[in-house]
């Protein structure tokens, strides 16, 4: 457990770390053994794996990229549902399910970045059989009857045409055989969880095959809402695919996948980790909350709802003459996502969100490769990607919205009455209960690529190869949002200006106009009176409406676009890969690399977009009438309360060294990679409190290695181990939302990942029976979660900051029989390991701290018929 800020690490995470330090004579998932002998695995028997991570198939050690390769088997073997649990196999990733069931976020050699707004793509691409997943909210089904996962690290844009300049996750999944065959398995373990998913593929004719598979996924959740005594953090999914393959001549081969599925889930778990000063405002308007981080208690006023519906189909054509191939892969993918959930995370009903989102997205690859006997040979291809978002949200202010902030206050209650009366506002309207903003924000991404690769091979095992990518990305935005708050409406500088200039002049304040501020500031026998005002009005002694300040959460919004802001971006990028690869002898190989990658400008479509400084510069608070000219200032564009920000940032552009070396000797295989990785202008995006920031954060680099081997000693034991060591750094990155970062260690990134286990095989004679039992273990090094809070650490000199160190164990047996059956036990995070997933700023509620909590133990029995 790991939830205090001074870093400790305890008994078994010591013990753990021996563990581990054993295993660095034992061996690494990248060349884990898959001992099915079936070739349309992609895998031959002993130790070699088939991957396409460079877009051909070559052998493991043949590839001169660094990539991680966990097989079909091993993700039956640690009954690795999701892309969730991938992570525990592949120590250069990291995936985090926070907000809601479709908020996930992927990072690879520590560069990636939140999935909470639409606008943003990921730095990691996920590609499922070929096709691209723009959302993560789309690529978190779970994983029946997949061949393979590969997990390219690094720049991959002139091998993959869209977005993937940290790194790609390739799923690949199984071909329909023409061979009748298939699974079916079930599940059953704590927390009620069932599961049960099967596959059947065979036949149609001659030259068709076709296969369906599905999945469904239940389980209870581990977390109580006490308050309305539901569960959370529960599982509520299912998934339905159909493929048909059709091969009319020996060199073309089609296929055809349609798919859907499902998620209807109540998520995710928030706990208390700091109870600031607002907590008694919160008991006093009848809320509570918990501080019992790791009891799995929350309390909320409302059951949250996370639906999300994915679905699509993609043709994929392969002709292949022998020197000349051609493969062209179409695809049109619908995802529905939609969120209804309680988001101050206390039973007190204070505000709430709802989200609807649509993402259509339509995409095109075209490939084409040679496979000459000469010294010369290429790929080439040409990438299209169309997608439209829309999104419709709102915030709605619960009943006790006005109850609570009032005891904030220091007069307490009945302050929001005097306000409205001195403000000229309607009766009981602050915080009253219904609409708080009503949001429509759409996007429209049109972009286009060229890529390709040239080997060059002048004596045998010695290979040059130089890449390209041509990149061009489009995207027209609109956001228009509509702000109910009557005190947002008002800028509290400027509204005391219109009040000493209505009392210095006389008259109603509704009469003071633009050209009644203009004359009196510009006339010189008022100007001297006007500064006086102005001046008072800056000053908390003077104004007491200044208070009032930090209860104006939702202003108006500027909408966009506008005379000003066009509401587009339009990039484009030359990114290249020069590579030498060498076989040292057949069993060893090395290669070096430069490469660069490119991610286009993303949006935030969200409520807390703003123009950036310099289209407005705001007056001081805020203020309109003492702010500079500006473009929309000059347009009369200006709403109350107006301030800058982002309306997106522009776009990432990575660069990496890399040298490497496998080597593959009967019995042991090793893999080692080197590398120094920069990605100019990183988009970050992260949580301010009250709402999300993004920008560019000038530069951040990561200095690394990544180790993996795998070891038989003997018949029917396998060990692996493989660890990433990571050092990175802001270079630059002066605009955070706590300060200047520039020189400091980027939070959240461990210096050490591990991954370890060990595989044995008991065969029963000649019986064709056996019994596999595997133990594996996940270790990230203790680190400090993030760079510190925008308001909980800001207040302490960015100090106290959490920590984070995870710990966790997994095992598995399974009787396997020669008739097909499989009888099996299982266990993930078999030490019930705690640790903190990551933190927040208590929603409108300084110097509280929330965050999320990990996982407990899960553990069950599976059985699976195969035939």
Not at 407 to 431: D, M
Not at 508 to 518: E, F, G, K, L, S
Not at 709 to 732: H, K, M, Q, R
Request: glycine content about 10%.
């Amino acid at each position: 457990m790991m939830i205090n800020t001074t870093g400790s690490t305890g008994r078994r995470a010591v013990w753990l770390s021996g563990v581990a330090a054993l295993g660095l004579a034992m061996p690494a998932v990248a060349t884990a053994q898959d001992t099915d002998s079936d070739t349309d695995t992609g895998v031959d028997e002993g130790n070699v794996i088939i991957v396409t991570a460079t877009k051909r198939e070559q052998t493991l050690q043949e590839t001169p990229v660094s990539v991680s390769v966990t097989t079909g088997e091993t993700l039956e073997q640690a009954q690795i549902r999701d892309v969730l649990d991938l992570q525990t196999v592949t120590p250069s990733l990291r995936v985090s399910q926070l907000q809601s069931s479709s908020n996930s976020t992927f990072i690879i050699r520590g560069f990636g970045n939140g999935d909470n707004n639409f606008g943003i793509e990921p730095s990691v691409g996920v590609f499922i059989d070929g096709v691209f997943r723009s959302r993560s909210a789309s690529a978190l089904s779970d994983l029946p009857n997949v061949q393979r996962i590969e997990v390219l690290r690094g720049p991959q844009s002139t091998l993959f045409g869209k977005n993937a300049s940290a790194g790609v996750i390739s799923v690949i999944t199984r071909e329909p055989q023409y061979e009748f065959g298939g699974s079916i398995e079930a599940s059953y373990g704590n927390y009620n969880a069932f599961v049960v998913k099967g596959d059947v593929t065979g036949p149609i004719g001659e030259n068709v095959a076709f296969s369906v598979d599905g999945s469904y996924n239940r389980r209870d959740g581990y977390g109580t809402i006490v308050n309305l005594g539901q569960d959370i953090n529960d599982r509520n999914r299912w998934a339905v695919r159909g493929q048909l393959l059709f091969e009319p001549t020996p060199d073309l081969k089609i296929r055809a996948i349609g798919d859907y599925s499902r998620i209807d889930e109540v998520c995710c778990t928030v706990s208390t980790l700091i109870a600031g000063p607002t907590a008694p405002a919160i008991f006093g308007v009848g809320g509570a909350l918990s501080t019992d981080f790791f009891s799995y208690n929350t309390f909320l006023s409302q059951v949250p709802v996370n639906e999300v519906d994915n679905y699509g189909g993609s043709l994929q054509v392969n002709w292949d003459s022998g020197p000349i191939s051609v493969t062209s892969i179409t695809a049109y993918r619908k995802l529905d996502n939609f969120l209804d959930q309680d988001v101050d995370f206390t039973s007190a009903p204070i505000v709430s969100e709802v989200r609807n989102q649509e993402v259509d997205t339509f995409t095109q690859e075209l490939r084409i490769a040679s496979d000459f006997d000469g010294p010369f040979n290429f790929l080439l291809g040409g990438f299209y990607f169309d997608e439209s978002i829309d999104q419709d949200s709102r915030l709605t202010t619960g009943a006790a919205a006005r109850t609570f902030f009032e005891l904030l206050t220091p007069t307490g209650a009945g302050t929001f009455l005097g306000v409205e009366n001195g403000l000229g506002l309607p009766l009981n309207s602050i915080f009253a209960p219904g609409p708080l903003t009503a949001e429509t924000y759409s996007m429209d991404n049109t972009s286009w690529s060229i890529f390709g690769t040239l080997d060059f091979e002048p004596v045998e095992g010695l290979v040059f190869t130089a890449g390209f990518n041509y990149t061009d990305d489009k995207k027209d935005f609109a956001l228009s949002q509509t702000s109910f708050d009557p005190l947002g409406q008002v800028n509290l500088v400027d509204a005391f200006i219109v009040g000493g200039i209505a009392q210095a002049l006389m008259i109603p304040p509704n009469q003071v106009d633009q050209a009644t501020i203009a004359g009196f500031a510009g006339n010189p026998a008022t100007a001297p009176i006007f500064a006086q005002i102005a001046a008072a009005a800056q000053n908390p002694m003077t104004n007491p409406l200044l208070g009032l300040s930090a209860f104006q959460f939702q202003p108006p919004f500027l909408n966009t676009p506008n005379a000003v802001e066009n509401g587009r971006t339009r990039d484009d990028d030359f990114s290249y890969t020069l590579r030498v690869a060498y076989d040292v002898s057949d069993r060893v190989n090395v290669y070096f690399s430069y490469a660069t990658g490119f991610k286009a400008s993303s949006i935030n479509l969200s409520r807390d977009s703003r123009p950036v400084f310099g289209d407005f510069i705001p007056g001081p608070g805020n203020s309109t009438i003492l702010a500079p000219a500006s473009p929309i200032l000059n347009a009369g564009l200006a709403v109350p309360n107006l301030t800058t920000g982002s309306r997106f940032a522009g776009p990432e552009e990575a660069e990496v060294f890399e040298v490497g070396l496998k080597a593959q000797f009967p019995g042991v295989g090793f893999n080692i990679a080197l590398f120094d990785q920069t990605l100019e202008g990183f988009q970050s995006f992260l949580f301010t409190g009250t709402g999300f920031q993004l920008n560019n954060a000038g530069e951040q680099s990561v200095k690394g290695i990544e180790f993996d081997t795998t070891i038989n000693p003997t018949d029917g034991l396998v060990f692996t181990f493989a660890a990433t060591y990571l050092d990175p750094l802001f270079d630059s990155f002066v605009g955070s939302p706590v300060g200047d970062l520039s020189g400091q260690r980027p939070g959240g990134i461990p210096s050490f990942n591990i991954s370890t286990s060990a595989t044995y095989t008991h065969e029963f004679g000649a019986s064709g029976n056996r019994l596999i039992s595997r133990l594996d273990y996940a270790h990230e090094s203790n680190v400090a979660i993030n760079n510190g809070l925008p308001t909980f650490n800001a207040s302490l000199g960015n100090t106290q900051i959490f920590q984070r160190e995870v710990n966790l164990v997994n095992a598995s047996i399974t009787l396997q029989l020669d008739n097909g059956l499989e009888i099996g036990a299982w266990a993930r995070n078999l030490l019930d390991d705690q640790y903190i997933m990551t933190v927040f700023d208590g929603v409108a509620q300084a110097g509280t701290v929330s965050g999320y909590p990990s996982p407990p133990r899960t553990y069950g029995g599976v059985v699976r018929f195969k035939f």
